[in-house]
């Protein structure tokens, strides 16, 4: 559903160019529900700008369901985000309107006419359990609900793809679980691919995978080694419950130039924070990476 190959985004400020994307390469399947972490300035909302049609890429490759969001014209980018993608950000302000009720903020985007707009309208309030509140103005809602309003609203048209920036910073860690859960229901009920921003690591270790990006470009990748319904299923069958650790197994992205980079968390671990070159030597089918003996720092 979501291909990008060297993705590149520049943004020129005046003389400054801010390389916010520096070769980023990710590949999302049809009907996944994957996460994105990464510190702050690393890439994140820039990369879901892009594929949300906000930003142009500036080189590489990207494409969502077939099309190549390098080349579309300006018409075709307008249909794209309307039909496409649905966005959710973190500060649901951005899509609400305050003193209409839940039911009119949902209606508003919808394409359809009369009865039939009512009634999806309906279908999305209850899709995201809001139709007891559909007469409620959006300003007497709780964040979280305005935050599922904000989801109904990105859901109108019947998105392939729901492209979500931090969708929980701004309410609890309980409600973050439900709208997480919400976006677990609308993927697996609807097919939906859902991509989710947050910097929240316990909350990604909710879905199937997690990409973590560092300065533009994915850095690693945790893939749960079962998916999250059988855990959770088995944990209803009365089974331990795992060490969360051990429930992703983590890779590092290798790029098409060779280039990896190590999880500093890693680094780390063996004492390689701050060097700059470590020996390689391949061992048994396997690639060992130790820090330099001192000797190796003669010939640098
Ligand atoms: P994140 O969402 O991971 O915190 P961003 O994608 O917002 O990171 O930002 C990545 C980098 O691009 C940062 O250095 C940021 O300052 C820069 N950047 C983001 N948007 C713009 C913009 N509109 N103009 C100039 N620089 C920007
Ligand atoms: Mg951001």
Known sequence: ???????????????????????????????????????????????????????????????????????????????????????????NARNLIPYLTAQENVELPI???????????????????????????LSQLSGGEQQRAAIAIALANEPKVLLADEPTGSVDSAMANQI????????????????????????????????????????????????????LQELADGAERGDPDESHIEYAVLDRAGRLQIPSHCLEAVGMKNRNKMRVAIEEGRIVLTPPEPQDDRVS
């Open 1 to 91: 559903m979501i291909r990008c190959d060297n993705l590149v985004k520049i943004y020129k400020q005046a003389d400054l160019e801010v390389v916010a994307l520096q070769g980023l390469d990710l590949h999302v399947r049809a009907g996944e529900l994957m996460a994105i972490i990464g510190n702050s300035g690393s890439g994140k909302s820039t990369l879901l700008n892009v594929l949300g049609g906000l930003d142009r890429p500036t080189a590489g490759q990207v494409t969502v369901d077939g099309i190549d969001l390098l080349q579309i014209s300006d018409a075709d980018l307008v249909k794209y985000k309307r039909e496409t993608v649905g966005f959710v950000w973190q500060n």
């Open 180 to 231: 997480l859960d919400l976006f677990r229901h609308l993927s697996h009920s609807l097919g939906l691919t859902v991509v989710i921003v947050t910097h929240d690591p316990l909350l990604a270790q909710k879905v199937d995978r997690v990409v973590a990006i560092r300065d533009g470009k994915t850095s690693s990748e945790l893939i749960r080694r079962k998916s999250y319904a059988q855990e």
């Open 111 to 137: 394409l359809l006419k009369g009865r039939r707009k009512r009634a999806r309208a309906l279908e999305l309030l209850e899709a995201v359990g809001l139709l007891h509140r559909r007469k409620n103005r």
